[in-house]
């Protein structure tokens, strides 16, 4: 088609620009430049490409070619391509400029890439994002030369509540109240009103992405990934499976991928359910709370009945999936859909018409446009702010070319737009589903034979019902060389400094939750270090929002 | 909507509720509800098992692990790990495992979460080392393919020593045949 090759040719120019080279693979352009256009790059891509930018990711490739390097991943959503920005680093003493200033949303990922991998970007602000207080210094767990299963010795420190004269602490956490999940806030308030934010997160670290790249197998990646969450785990390993798939050129039979985005669908409502019924809770109206979980149940239900698992699905594998969908469970899963609709349907009109609902909601935590863009955030915490973007419409992987759905969109950006954009999704989720059963191809659901093979790259997004899941693999021997894994609550926990400033207090709690964050996901391989004094949250690298 | 038809709207809700009636269930002296295609626990059937080790190397959290001795291998299967995935069921070649629906595995005897398959391993018959192999990972093999009675039963090393005697017969032949 003209009008891609005019696009594509863009990219090339712009790599030819930065004294780079471009070379395009599939539906991704990789960009290689010198470190020193590295800024101008990226700063051209996400300002006047208007690429939307997801993450970046370190790799020590010292054992491959001698280099560390740093991959900024950015999507143009308007035209369905991956925009794959890389630069080499020296591997003494490793450098690289710092994108923050004019992308910043790459706050959080180039810290972890400094604390994982030692690589130090210059031009910013750094500070410890991912390893805890005591860690040894020099050792940076990603690096392939140091061994997975490696414990240094290091002595827990307890953290204190900062202590502040000028204004008043309100710790929230460890535990969030409503999410049972380990983070922490810290809420300045003067008299009622919250003035800033502090965020102390990553607990629960896990060292998946060293897991994956050294004992385990490809196809049991699948599992491990699916594990990332507890709610959206087969977003995590279909996103897996997909970017694996795409780096091997794999041709996964077009059943498997029906399935597979039947599943994504069955997932994304339970998810919604399960949010909305938290939601009503944190705003005190238990009895929609309860309700909402009770219909939850048959979706709970269906997945068991699709997949053999009421959640961790484990359907998928590197090629296909490995249940099938048969007449009889097609029929029984219409059957559930039609009867959640309709419960669904008269269930949320009559929750929504409760007076504390929509006044607690509407005009709180509201998230404006321009920052929402600024910080590249996701899902339906960027549509409510108005920001039209949807994986499964801008980059259609999976089955989703077959559907046709409507992406709601709402602008107040308000935690009453973040509720009615779920409310609306989900009946888009039901009606994909009908479609797809009704356009289900035959055929195999699982490629028998293939071959994977080394040093290729894959990156794919898949969107989860909390945003944009981003996977990222280098192919190696029978195992990924490089998995990295970008859950999109590590991109939407920034905004929710700009969501609860000047806000009442009383309404933090619902914020915070309107996200919906997934805390395990984001801290899947990081710590951060507290000191014990109070310290501005630097969410965004130090620019002022 | 009329004004009054809005401010009733919510208590709606309770002809929902009414509708409904109870929903929980008086688990465990009720059946709970599980679907059909349910995955839990696994069994490994001792009697068929060939300890071939396939299911080890699938098993993404190593619920399933292959323990070596001198003379024995012995597949442990341990509960607290498995994921109820049933990768171990795809790949067993001889079809030893089979998946059940049983999800209630509490317990407060820590044993009961261990299962054990004990296989004794080949000895050479030429030089009596301890091959890789279980006795019944090479039953099965000799009735899958066939190889000669002369190379069964014995370690790599005496598989090569004969090997490499009857490639040097072959060559020099015996004394007196064609050229
Ligand atoms: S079901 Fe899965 S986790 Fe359990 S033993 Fe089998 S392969 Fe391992
Ligand atoms: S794959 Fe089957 S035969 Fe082989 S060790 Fe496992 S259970 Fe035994």
Same mark, same amino acid.
């Given at each position: 088609?003209?009008?891609?090759?005019?696009?594509?040719?863009?990219?090339?120019?712009?790599?030819?620009?930065?004294?780079?080279?471009?070379?395009?693979?599939?539906?991704?352009?990789h960009?290689?430049?010198?470190?020193?256009?590295?800024?101008?790059?990226?700063?051209?891509?996400?300002?006047?490409?208007?690429?939307?930018?997801?993450?970046?990711?370190?790799?020590?490739?010292r054992?491959?070619?001698?280099?560390?390097?740093?991959?900024?991943?950015?999507?143009?959503?308007?035209?369905?391509?991956?925009?794959?920005?890389?630069?080499?680093?020296?591997?003494?003493?490793?450098?690289?400029?710092?994108?923050?200033?004019?992308?910043?949303?790459?706050?959080?990922?180039?810290?972890?890439?400094?604390?994982?991998?030692?690589?130090e970007?210059?031009?910013?602000?750094?500070?410890?994002?991912v390893?805890?207080?005591?860690?040894?210094?020099?050792?940076?767990?990603?690096?392939?030369?140091?061994?997975?299963?490696?414990?240094?010795?290091?002595?827990?420190?307890?953290?204190?509540?900062?202590?502040?004269?000028?204004?008043?602490?309100?710790?929230i956490?460890?535990?969030?109240?409503?999410?049972?999940?380990?983070?922490y806030?810290?809420?300045?308030?003067?008299?009622?009103?919250?003035?800033?934010?502090?965020?102390?997160?990553?607990?629960?670290?896990?060292?998946?992405?060293?897991?994956?790249?050294?004992?385990?197998?490809?196809?049991?990646?699948?599992?491990?990934?699916?594990?990332?969450?507890?709610?959206?785990?087969?977003?995590?390993?279909?996103?897996?499976?997909?970017?694996?798939?795409?780096?091997?050129?794999?041709?996964?039979?077009?059943?498997?991928?029906?399935?597979?985005?039947?599943?994504?669908?069955?997932?994304?409502?339970?998810s919604h359910?399960?949010?909305?019924?938290?939601?009503?809770?944190?705003?005190g109206?238990?009895?929609?709370?309860?309700?909402?979980?009770?219909?939850?149940?048959?979706?709970?239900?269906?997945?068991?009945?699709?997949?053999?698992?009421?959640?961790?699905?484990?359907?998928?594998?590197?090629?296909?999936?490995?249940?099938?969908?048969?007449?009889?469970?097609?029929?029984?899963?219409?059957?559930?859909?039609?009867?959640?609709?309709?419960?669904?349907?008269?269930?949320?009109?009559?929750?929504?018409?409760?007076?504390?609902?929509?006044?607690?909601?509407?005009?709180?935590?509201?998230?404006?446009?321009?920052?929402?863009?600024?910080?590249?955030?996701?899902?339906?915490?960027?549509?409510?702010?108005?920001?039209?973007?949807?994986?499964?419409?801008?980059?259609?992987?999976?089955?989703?070319?077959?559907?046709?759905?409507?992406?709601?969109?709402?602008?107040?950006?308000?935690?009453?737009?973040?509720?009615?954009?779920?409310?609306?999704?989900?009946?888009?989720?039901?009606?994909?589903?009908?479609?797809?059963?009704?356009?289900?191809?035959?055929?195999?659901?699982?490629?028998?034979?293939?071959?994977?093979?080394?040093?290729?790259?894959?990156?794919?997004?898949?969107?989860?019902?909390?945003?944009?899941?981003?996977?990222?693999?280098?192919?190696?021997?029978?195992?990924?060389?490089?998995?990295?894994?970008?859950?999109?609550?590590?991109?939407?926990?920034?905004?929710l400094?700009?969501?609860?400033?000047?806000?009442?207090?009383?309404?933090?709690?619902?914020?915070?939750?309107?996200?919906?964050?997934c805390?395990?996901?984001?801290?899947?391989?990081?710590?951060?270090?507290?000191n014990?004094?109070?310290?501005?949250?630097?969410?965004?690298?130090?620019?002022?929002? | 909507?009329?004004f009054?038809?809005?401010?009733?709207?919510?208590?709606?809700?309770?002809?929902?509720?009414?509708?409904?009636?109870?929903?929980?269930?008086?688990?465990?002296?009720?059946e709970?509800?599980?679907?059909?295609?349910?995955?839990?626990?696994?069994?490994?059937?001792?009697?068929?098992?060939?300890?071939?080790?396939?299911?080890?190397?699938?098993?993404p959290?190593?619920?399933?692990?292959?323990?070596?001795?001198?003379?024995? =291998?012995?597949?442990?299967?341990?509960?607290?790990?498995? @994921?109820?995935?049933?990768?171990?069921?795809?790949?067993? *070649? #001889? /079809?030893?495992?089979?998946?059940?629906?049983?999800?209630?595995?509490?317990?407060?005897?820590?044993?009961?979460?261990?299962?054990?398959?004990?296989?004794?391993?080949?000895?050479?018959?030429?030089?009596?080392?301890?091959?890789?192999?279980?006795?019944?990972m090479?039953?099965?093999v000799?009735?899958?393919?066939?190889?000669t009675?002369?190379?069964?039963? =014995?370690?790599?090393?005496?598989?090569?020593?004969?090997? @490499?005697?009857?490639i040097s017969?072959?060559?020099?032949? *015996? #004394? /007196?045949?064609?050229?």
């Amino acid at each position: 088609m003209e009008g891609e090759k005019l696009i594509l040719d863009k990219y090339i120019e712009l790599s030819r620009d930065m004294g780079g080279k471009a070379s395009i693979e599939g539906d991704t352009v990789h960009i290689i430049v010198p470190s020193e256009k590295l800024v101008e790059a990226a700063s051209k891509l996400f300002n006047e490409y208007q690429c939307d930018f997801r993450v970046c990711v370190g790799t020590d490739e010292r054992p491959l070619n001698g280099y560390f390097t740093i991959t900024h991943i950015f999507t143009d959503n308007r035209n369905g391509l991956y925009v794959l920005l890389k630069t080499y680093i020296e591997p003494q003493d490793p450098k690289v400029p710092s994108i923050t200033n004019a992308v910043p949303g790459a706050d959080w990922c180039e810290m972890e890439a400094r604390d994982l991998l030692g690589i130090e970007f210059t031009g910013r602000t750094p500070y410890r994002l991912v390893l805890p207080p005591e860690w040894p210094k020099g050792l940076h767990p990603l690096r392939k030369d140091v061994p997975y299963n490696y414990r240094p010795q290091i002595r827990g420190v307890s953290e204190k509540v900062s202590t502040t004269t000028e204004t008043g602490v309100i710790p929230i956490g460890p535990y969030h109240p409503a999410l049972h999940e380990p983070e922490y806030f810290e809420l300045y308030v003067e008299g009622e009103k919250v003035v800033d934010v502090k965020y102390r997160g990553f607990h629960v670290h896990r060292g998946i992405e060293k897991l994956g790249e050294t004992r385990m197998t490809y196809q049991q990646v699948n599992f491990l990934a699916e594990r990332i969450c507890g709610i959206c785990g087969f977003e995590h390993s279909s996103c897996y499976a997909l970017a694996v798939e795409k780096a091997a050129k794999l041709d996964v039979p077009e059943r498997a991928q029906f399935i597979r985005s039947i599943v994504l669908e069955v997932e994304r409502i339970h998810s919604h359910l399960l949010w909305l019924g938290v939601a009503f809770h944190v705003l005190g109206y238990d009895t929609g709370f309860m309700h909402v979980w009770r219909i939850r149940e048959r979706v709970m239900y269906l997945a068991e009945l699709l997949t053999g698992s009421r959640k961790t699905y484990g359907i998928n594998l590197i090629g296909g999936v490995r249940r099938d969908i048969n007449e009889e469970k097609k029929q029984k899963t219409l059957e559930v859909l039609r009867e959640l609709e309709k419960e669904y349907k008269g269930l949320i009109e009559v929750a929504l018409s409760v007076p504390q609902v929509r006044k607690r909601a509407s005009g709180t935590g509201v998230l404006p446009r321009e920052d929402a863009l600024k910080l590249s955030v996701e899902g339906p915490t960027a549509r409510a702010s108005g920001i039209d973007k949807d994986a499964r419409r801008d980059l259609p992987y999976a089955a989703y070319k077959y559907a046709s759905f409507r992406v709601p969109v709402y602008t107040e950006g308000d935690n009453l737009a973040r509720l009615l954009v779920r409310v609306d999704e989900l009946v888009e989720s039901m009606a994909i589903i009908e479609q797809l059963l009704d356009k289900i191809p035959k055929g195999p659901i699982l490629l028998e034979k293939y071959e994977i093979p080394e040093g290729r790259v894959g990156v794919q997004v898949v969107e989860a019902p909390r945003g944009g899941d981003v996977h990222f693999v280098i192919t190696g021997h029978g195992k990924p060389y490089r998995w990295r894994v970008r859950a999109p609550t590590y991109s939407n926990i920034p905004a929710l400094r700009v969501m609860l400033r000047d806000q009442p207090l009383a309404d933090a709690p619902l914020t915070i939750a309107s996200i919906d964050p997934c805390f395990s996901c984001t801290d899947r391989v990081l710590i951060v270090r507290e000191n014990g004094r109070r310290e501005w949250l630097r969410l965004t690298g130090g620019l002022k929002i | 909507m009329s004004f009054v038809k809005k401010i009733i709207k919510p208590v709606e809700v309770l002809v929902v509720a009414s509708k409904t009636g109870r929903v929980t269930i008086k688990y465990p002296f009720e059946e709970p509800w599980i679907s059909p295609e349910f995955r839990g626990k696994i069994e490994i059937d001792p009697t068929k098992c060939i300890g071939c080790g396939a299911c080890v190397n699938a098993c993404p959290p190593n619920a399933l692990e292959m323990i070596e001795s001198e003379d024995k =291998k012995t597949l442990r299967y341990f509960v607290g790990r498995c @994921i109820f995935c049933w990768r171990c069921i795809d790949v067993c *070649p #001889v /079809g030893a495992i089979k998946g059940t629906r049983n999800f209630e595995l509490a317990t407060n005897d820590p044993l009961d979460l261990y299962d054990y398959i004990v296989h004794n391993r080949v000895k050479c018959r030429e030089c009596g080392k301890v091959t890789g192999e279980t006795t019944r990972m090479l039953k099965y093999v000799l009735e899958k393919a066939f190889v000669t009675e002369n190379y069964n039963n =014995k370690c790599p090393d005496c598989r090569k020593k004969i090997f @490499i005697n009857a490639i040097s017969m072959r060559r020099t032949g *015996p #004394v /007196g045949e064609k050229t």
